[in-house]
């Protein structure tokens, strides 16, 4: 390695500020794309439909397992933006009607706007990643590996951190699901329209809690499995940059 490429000890602790910075970029983008991964199953009709299948209890509203698959194109479509409206006409009785009441559509609308937010998250997540790609350009400087090898390291602790809050989460979700299900609730809405009547709210007979337990337990394995390949992605990167750096 020539002198110009020696990394002296106010360049290592450059270097080691630059890594953290780069870590912290990453950790944030990962969180910022979490909700779009947790609510994924939401827009697939597909995914609903089978859940329904599961779990749904509709006898009280006299609806029959026929009639699901028409109400989760409704819900998955407009959700995802597919559908302007998630009313949907169903056999109730011999005759057609809605299927759901007024307020259940109100609460669907501030269902749909968490999909939203979602959505405008994970493009924030542009800002962290140009971030971090910035800085990776910058240590370029002390060296054609460095870059990547600090880029591995800090795409590693993030996946470590973002993989350890999830693990936190849930395993609270865990202890107490519907203290952990009523406090999201509380916390992402604003208004009292999601305490639905299990009697006499379709949506609530669609999706009572055992469906809700497994469409968290499906998402949060869908997210650590994104970490797992993201972790592996960026130990390879830190290998590539090792052997970048000795061959300078």
């Not at 006898?59 to 597919?82: M, V």
């Not at 269902?111 to 962290?128: D, H, K, M, Q, W």
Request: net charge positive; charged share 20%; hydrophobic share 55%.
């Amino acid at each position: 390695m020539s002198p110009n490429r020696a990394v002296l000890p106010e360049a290592g602790r450059a270097l080691a500020r630059w890594r953290r910075l780069i870590a912290l970029a990453l950790f944030v983008s990962m969180i910022l794309l979490m909700p779009s991964l947790l609510l994924l199953d939401g827009g697939r009709a597909g995914k609903l439909l089978e859940m329904f299948n599961r779990h749904a209890r509709t006898e009280d509203s006299g609806i029959g397992a026929g009639e699901y698959p028409a109400l989760a194109e409704a819900l998955s479509g407009y959700l995802s933006g597919r559908r302007t409206d998630a009313q949907v006409m169903i056999i109730d009785g011999g005759e057609a009607a809605p299927a759901f009441k007024p307020h259940e559509v109100l609460h669907l609308k501030d269902v749909r706007s968490l999909f939203r937010l979602s959505e405008t998250l994970a493009l924030c997540a542009i800002v962290p990643t140009a971030l971090s790609a910035g800085a990776v350009f910058r240590i370029r400087r002390y060296g054609r590996g460095k870059g990547l090898v600090a880029l591995g390291k800090g795409g590693q602790a993030a996946a470590l951190a973002a993989g350890g809050l999830l693990s936190i989460i849930s395993l609270g979700t865990v202890m107490d699901f519907s203290a952990a299900f009523t406090l999201l609730h509380r916390l992402a809405f604003a208004n009292d329209l999601w305490l639905l009547d299990p009697m006499e709210d379709l949506l609530l007979q669609l999706m009572p809690e055992p469906f809700f337990a497994e469409y968290a337990f499906r998402a949060a394995l869908r997210f650590l499995a994104v970490l797992a390949i993201l972790f592996a992605a960026f130990t390879g990167l830190k290998y590539f940059g090792k052997r970048l750096a000795v061959e300078e």
